[in-house]
């Protein structure tokens, strides 16, 4: 089955920075790639996805990026505010299941 | 409108106890699935309706697991013979279609004492 990787597993930004998350996936069949964010207690919620007919996509201060070739793909976050402080979980399906990997607390430092 | 709903929210159950977990997907939504958070993880995959059909259920830890989805609305996620390692956050989301966007409900924390 599809097997995602994460990295780091913990990233701290100074505000106004910018954050960058790293993920590898194993399925090369997998085609539908979403983020999700989760605050604690909380449940996930989408913040952007990609799938592989698309190298890039951007919404507002969000971007992601996958590179097919070498089964990974990436967030950016630009100028991060403190509410960005959350979990981030990355995702890949290429058969109707999500496989999630294990997220990356961010923490934004004012 | 309303989004995915979930009760209960907290469940304390006794281990060897049967549990029920309800899931309420968005109205119109056709595909729903089921995953299990355990604390610092991401959520893992246990299975997945389309309507009423189950489609995968290769996650179910083990036998003790069984969901169903009987008029293709509402699920519910029966664990038996509850057990210690069963403790999590069981998350529900539904989608318009399959592989497009999964909205999650809140979750059920489980607790097995």
């Known amino acids: 089955g599809e097997n995602v990787e994460q990295h780091p597993s913990t990233l701290s930004v100074q505000e106004g920075d910018s954050a960058v998350i790293k993920c590898t996936y194993s399925d090369s069949a997998s085609n539908y790639f979403p983020w999700y964010k989760q605050e604690l207690g909380k449940r996930p919620q989408l913040i952007i996805d990609i799938r592989s007919n698309v190298g890039e996509k951007k919404d507002q201060r969000i971007a992601v990026t996958l590179n097919k070739t070498a089964k990974h793909f990436s967030l950016h976050i630009t100028e991060t505010q403190p509410e960005d402080s959350a979990v981030y979980f990355c995702?890949?399906?290429?058969?109707?299941?999500?496989?999630f990997g294990k997220g990356n607390q961010v923490v934004v430092i004012p | 409108g309303a989004g995915v709903s979930q009760s209960p929210r907290y469940k304390v159950a006794k281990r060897g106890q049967d549990v029920a977990l309800r899931c309420d997907p968005i109205s119109g939504h056709v595909s729903l699935f089921w995953y299990q958070q355990a604390l610092g993880q991401g959520p893992e995959f246990l299975t997945y309706?389309?309507?009423?059909?189950?489609?995968?259920k290769s996650g179910l830890p083990s036998d003790r697991f069984f969901a169903e989805r009987p008029e293709g609305s509402v699920s519910t996620l029966k664990i038996q013979r509850t057990q210690q390692e069963d403790s999590a956050v069981y998350l529900c989301a539904s989608s318009l279609e399959l592989n497009h966007e999964q909205f999650f409900g809140p979750g059920t924390r489980l607790t097995v004492l």
């Open positions: 995702a890949a399906s290429g058969n109707n299941r999500l496989a």
């Open positions: 309706f389309q309507n009423e059909a189950q489609l995968d």
